[in-house]
Structure formats: structure tokens, C-alpha cells
């Protein structure tokens, strides 16, 4: 009876959305409301939706617009304690969910409580409003791109530019857009692209919350300011990695600061085990870049690409962080000017601890620059890559390396094509190596000369001047680099940074101590499924990633491999000529794969690894006629065949480049032929096949 009672008020009130509630004297009514599928709730006062899980998908036609939406309001208050709302099978592949759950625009003084939100494409959007507070909302299973790189390699398509991005083309769990005055507080999210995207925001407060295990960015600040970002855990969000495989990290990030976002303070942040802890990233125009904005007391172990990684910013402070078992940099600066990195501990890198690639007027103070493969990096350009962002024309000059502490690094420093650096009081400790040197000189002010005939220090004189106060000279290698004597003074931008006082944050007592994260585990413990990083504290299954070559996979290739001179039989003259000598090959073999030339330890310990071709057929069954999406990585030359024609060519010496074409595949049975040769260097052949 009790039952059938409640089951009726529940429909009772479905039916009139609008019933209002007793409230004490004084106190705002608040309307009891029920979300209806195919209608939109539209929310006009202080509001309550009744605990329960309602499965409203986005109307057709209005996926931006809600299905509950506030429009023009002030003052207003909706409580979704204990709701959960879903947009509809979560069974549906995560980069087919569509649509807005909750839009707020052009309201002010807005507060939402609570939701649980899955299965849209961007649940919570504010657009156009000021002092929205979003608290203890929980978003989970919704929209996420599916990753195309494999466990074996990575696909250039899974890079991400921060400097490009619009909110609308790859949204977060919370998403706001030119608002003045907004809070997030004590939210979740998991199984997402993004967490929390503010574009255009003036005085965010972002603290409190979880977002992790995402394939995209925790939290991203978009040409904002004057935001606070702080006490967040914005861990494992991460793609471009496979463990022993590759490590890319494809500009995925614990937290973002991305073009004219400038005087935000990330603060004492959990932002480990990701692409990048923090990431800074100005735009080409320079008037879309990050400016003095603060790093301090964040934990950024265990990165990928770098703990903290800065891209043509201006005058930004990095003080006081944990950048410990990185495997690219520990604090890399490519472009920009005025960084100071102060205070912090830049341990176990096993590329570089800091690295300076066309950055000037940098300030490295005191930090502790410990068991790094190289301690510090100087250079006017970044190594080649697609994650080389300095710009030409840029300089590296009018840098000060004062009072830091350097211990057991493979090499202290490299150097090269560096102008005006500065090094005194640092400690230089427990180095096997030597400091080789190559091209250094006293640097001289380019507005003058010296005064009085006074000849230029010696070479000798000038590397003393890199002498730590311990009387132990760095390790390293430097080359065409001019070194200042310094005068004492310390730089005006560490001065500035210096009198600073550690942030502080509502609901926190005033600290400066380094917030560690909770994973003790390195980047072994990152597992990439899908959709994104496996969650394993959640104790959700381990989604794989894409199979190594796709449908490939699954066929069996017919091969013969065979040696060649090219002075005699080269494959880019006389192609019959080199097609002739697979009649006397150095070997013949069925093989499952070709993720590699010579896939096996067999085929390898009998085929030399350079001036050797190959050539091999399979067949392919198509399941369906439609687009599908080939990926190939060679190095040297190679063709491809589906049926008699050629669909893939690049027959030339080259380094490893990878490229991926679209293919319009007719359905049954196909047959493929390769041709591949090797010249010299590395070798390197990839095929994988994939449905669109």
C-alpha cells in the first residue's frame, strides 16, 4: 500500500512540474521539478529537482540548448542532490553522445548544488553570466574522442593544440564561456575528454575538485584571468603513451593556461602521471600569450612530455613545485621571456630537469636540479618534432643560473648557440664526466664596447666563471655560447618574485608546503584503453586500445626478403631490375604482421638490417564498402597495393615519417601487395588498417 502510494505521488508530480514546497518565512520558495523526455525543463525560480535517475536525452535540433535550462535569471538557486540524469545508452560509443544537459545563460547569482551527469556531450554549460558557483556536481561516461593510436605506435591524429581550441568543438564536463565571477568546488569527473574548460573568464575559482583519468586536459583556462586554481587532483590525464612503446604525451595536461590568459595562480595542485602537470600555451600572435601567471607548491611527477611545460608565455614564476621521475623534461620553456623558476625540486628526468629552447631573459633560483639525465639545457632552438613550438628568429639569450644546487645528473649542462648567461653560487655534486667546451667567450653588450682598450677574458678565464661555489666545475658539453660575469644584483623579476607571499585559497589555512599526490607508482601505472587512461583505482575494467594494425591484425602475409646493391639494382632507377631479385631471396616466410620489416627474431638474425627489400602479398576481407582509414610508417621506401591499384606511394630515401590516408574500400574479398626497401639508417615499416 505504502508503495503504490508513493508511486503515485511520483506521477502526480511528474505531471505538474511546478509544485511548490513549504518554506519557513523569509525564505525563498523553492518549486519541486521532474525532467520529462523530449520536453526541456525550463527552470524560472529557486528550484529542487526530485531525487531519482531520469534518462533524458538532448532534443533533436536543440543539443546546445539544455534540456534543463536557465535563461536570464537572478538570484536563483537549483538543487539536483541526489539526481542523476542520463542522456541515454551508456552502452552508445563515448564519441557519439551528443548535447548539453544543463545551460545557464545570461543569469547572474546563480548557484547549482549536486547532479550526477553521464552519457552528453557536454552536461553543464554557462555561457554569458556572472557569479555562477557549480558545486559537488559528479560527471561520468560522456563524451570522449576515441583514441587512434595503438599499444605499438602513435597516430599524429590524437594531437591536440591548445592554442586552437573552441570550447563548442571539444567540450569539458563543466564548461563556461564569457562569464565574470565563477566557482567550481568539490565536483568529479571521470570517462570524459575534458574536466573543466573556462574560455573567456574573469575571476574563476576552480578548487577542491577531481578530475582525472581523462584523455584530454583536468582543467583548462582559455584567454581567462585573475583565476585561482588550487587544490585540485588533476591526475592521469594523459594519451599519447604506450609503456615501452612511446612516450608523446600529445599535449594532454594535468591543467592549462592557453593564449591571453594571464595573472592566474595554480596552486597547490595534484597534477601527476599526465601528458604535462601544467601546461602554458601562447598562440602565434603575441598578444594572445600567457603573462605573469603563477605555478607554485603543485606536484607535476611523472609527466610525460614535462612536469611543467611552457610555451611561449611571458613572465611566468614556477615556484616552489615537485617535478620528480619525468620522462621528457622536468620544466621545459620553449619561446617567450621572463620565466623564473624558483625554489623548485627537479628530480629523476630522463630527458632534461630544465630545458631553455628559444626563451630569453630566464631566471633559475635555487632549486634543487637533482639525478636528471642532463641538469639544465640552454639552446636557441628545440630538437625537431612535432613538439617543437619556438618560433625563428628567436633568441636565447639573458639568462641567470644563481644558487642552485645540481647533483648527480648525468650532465649538468648543455649549451649551444647561447648568448649572455650568468651562472654563480650554484653546487655542482657527484659529476663522472667532464665539461667539454667548444666556442666560449665573455659576452659583450651589443649598445658598447669596452671602455679604455681592456681586452677580453681568455677562454680559460670565462669557463671559470662557471665554477660552482663549491669549487667544482659543472658536467656537459657547451658550444658557441657567450657567458656574463655576474655583477651581484639579482634580477629585478626574482626580486618581484621573492617578495611574494604563498597563495591563498578559501577553506585552506595559509601554506607553502608542496602538495603530493596520492599514486606512488611512475608512468608504468599510466594504461591507455580507448577512450582514454584506465582508471584502476575505480576498479573498472581495462578497455584495450586500438588492435596493432586494425584489420591487418587478423591476415597473413606471404613475404620474401632480399639483399641489394644500389649501385647495381636501385629501386628508385630500374625497378625491374630490383623486382628480379626476389627470385633469389634471402629468405621467404609467413608472418602474421608487418609492424616492424622483419617481424620476428628469426627473420632479423637472417636479414641484414640495411639495403634489403621486400615484397609480400595477403588478402583482406572488407566487411563493408565505406571509408576506411590506412596509417602507415616507413623509413625507407615503400608501395601499396589493394587489388591493381596503388593506393599508397612514397619510393624514396627518407627518414621515419608517418602518414595516413583515407581509403574507399568496396566490400569482399581484397588483395594487397607491398614493395618496401631499406637504404641505410633505421628501418622502419608499419601498416594498420582501421574502419572510419
Known amino acids: 500500500m505504502r508503495l503504490s502510494l508513493c508511486i503515485s505521488l511520483l506521477a502526480l508530480l511528474a505531471c505538474a512540474p511546478t509544485r511548490s514546497s513549504q518554506v519557513k518565512e523569509g525564505q525563498p520558495v523553492r518549486a519541486l521539478l521532474t525532467p520529462n523526455q523530449g520536453v526541456a525543463l525550463e527552470i524560472v525560480a529557486t528550484s529542487t529537482i526530485l531525487p531519482g535517475s531520469y534518462t533524458v536525452p538532448v532534443i533533436s535540433g536543440q543539443e546546445e540548448q539544455g534540456i534543463l535550462r536557465l535563461v536570464g535569471l537572478s538570484d536563483v538557486e537549483l538543487d539536483l542532490t541526489s539526481v542523476e ?85 571539444f567540450p569539458a564536463a563543466i564548461t563556461a564561456v564569457d562569464v565574470e565571477g565563477f566557482t567550481v568546488r568539490f565536483c568529479k569527473v571521470r570517462d570524459a575528454r575534458n574536466g573543466v574548460l573556462l574560455s573567456g573568464v574573469t575571476g574563476g575559482l576552480v578548487h577542491d575538485n577531481d578530475f582525472s583519468f581523462l584523455s584530454g586536459w583536468g582543467i583548462a583556462l582559455i584567454d581567462s584571468e585573475d583565476c585561482t586554481v588550487a587544490y585540485n587532483a588533476t591526475e592521469y590525464n594523459v594519451r599519447g603513451y604506450s609503456h615501452g612503446a612511446y612516450a608523446v ?70 615556484q616552489n613545485n615537485r617535478v620528480q621521475d619525468c620522462l621528457g623534461y622536468g620544466i621545459r620553456s620553449q619561446g ?39 641538469g639544465l639545457e640552454v639552446a636557441a632552438q628545440a630538437p625537431q618534432g612535432r613538439d617543437a613550438q619556438t618560433e625563428e628568429g628567436v633568441e636565447s639569450v639573458d639568462h641567470f643560473i644563481l644558487g642552485n644546487r645540481f647533483s648527480t645528473n648525468g650532465q649538468d649542462l648543455v649549451a649551444s648557440q647561447s648568448e649572455a648567461l650568468s651562472f654563480a653560487g650554484n653546487r655542482f655534486l657527484g659529476g663522472k664526466q667532464r665539461l667539454h667546451v667548444q666556442s666560449i667567450q665573455a659576452w659583450v653588450d651589443p649598445s658598447g664596447s669596452r671602455e679604455n682598450g681592456e681586452e677580453a677574458p681568455g677562454e ?138 622483419r617481424p620476428s627474431e628469426e627473420i632479423r638474425s637472417q636479414v641484414p638490417g640495411v639495403r634489403f627489400g621486400l615484397i609480400a602479398e595477403t588478402e583482406i576481407e572488407i566487411g563493408e564498402a565505406g571509408e576506411y582509414q590506412l596509417s602507415v610508417m616507413s623509413d625507407d621506401g615503400l608501395r601499396l597495393w589493394f ?18 590516408i583515407t581509403l574507399n574500400l568496396e566490400a569482399g574479398l581484397q588483395k594487397v601487395r607491398l614493395e618496401y626497401f631499406q637504404l641505410d639508417g ?11
Open 85 to 169: 540524469m542520463i542522456g541515454g545508452d551508456l552502452e552508445t560509443p563515448q564519441d557519439e553522445w551528443k548535447g548539453v544537459g544543463l545551460l545557464i545563460e545570461d543569469c547572474e547569482n546563480v548557484r547549482i548544488t549536486g547532479g550526477v551527469w553521464k552519457g552528453y556531450r557536454q552536461p553543464i554549460l554557462v555561457r554569458g553570466s556572472s557569479n555562477v558557483i557549480i558545486e559537488s556536481a559528479d560527471c561520468a561516461d560522456l563524451w570522449s574522442d576515441g583514441l587512434q593510436s595503438t599499444a605499438t605506435g602513435e597516430d599524429v591524429a590524437d594531437w591536440i593544440d591548445p592554442g586552437g581550441q573552441r570550447a563548442k568543438d
Open 249 to 318: 604525451g600529445h599535449n594532454s595536461a594535468g591543467i592549462v593556461l592557453a593564449g591571453a590568459s594571464h595573472s592566474n595562480q595554480v596552486a597547490f595542485n595534484r597534477a601527476t602521471h599526465c601528458g604535462s602537470g601544467v601546461l602554458l600555451w601562447g598562440r602565434d600572435a603575441k598578444d594572445e600569450r600567457p603573462e605573469d601567471n603563477r605555478i607554485f607548491g603543485n606536484d607535476c611527477s611523472s609527466a610525460i612530455q614535462a612536469g611543467v611545460h611552457n610555451v611561449r608565455s611571458v613572465r611566468t614564476l614556477i
Open 336 to 374: 617567450g621571456k621572463g620565466v623564473v623558476l624558483l625554489e623548485n625540486e627537479i628530480t629523476g628526468t630522463q630527458g632534461r630537469g630544465v630545458a631553455f629552447h628559444g626563451t630569453s631573459s630566464s631566471v633559475v633560483y635555487s632549486n634543487r636540479v637533482m639525478e636528471n639525465q642532463v
Open 460 to 597: 680559460d678565464t670565462v669557463v671559470g666563471w662557471l665554477a660552482g661555489s663549491n669549487g667544482v666545475m659543472p658536467t656537459g658539453n657547451i658550444e658557441l655560447v657567450s657567458l656574463r660575469l655576474w655583477d651581484g644584483e639579482l634580477p629585478a623579476s626574482l626580486v618581484a618574485a621573492q617578495a611574494l607571499e604563498s597563495p591563498t585559497v578559501v577553506g585552506h589555512p595559509p601554506s607553502s608546503a608542496i602538495v603530493h599526490s596520492e599514486f606512488d607508482g611512475g608512468t608504468e601505472t599510466v594504461v591507455l584503453g580507448r577512450y582514454g587512461p584506465w582508471d584502476f583505482p575505480s576498479g573498472e575494467s581495462q578497455t584495450q586500445m586500438r588492435q596493432p594494425g586494425g584489420l591487418f591484425s587478423s591476415v597473413r602475409w606471404q613475404a620474401s626478403w632480399f639483399g641489394f646493391d644500389p649501385e647495381t639494382h636501385d629501386p628508385r632507377g630500374d625497378i625491374e631490375v630490383w623486382r628480379s631479385l626476389v627470385g633469389e631471396p634471402v629468405l621467404r616466410r609467413t608472418v602474421d604482421h608487418f609492424l616492424e620489416p
Open 643 to 660: 587489388g591493381d591499384e596503388v593506393v599508397f606511394e612514397d619510393w624514396s630515401w627518407h627518414a621515419t615519417e608517418r602518414k595516413q
Open 682 to 692: 633505421a628501418a622502419e615499416l608499419a601498416l594498420e588498417l582501421h574502419g572510419r
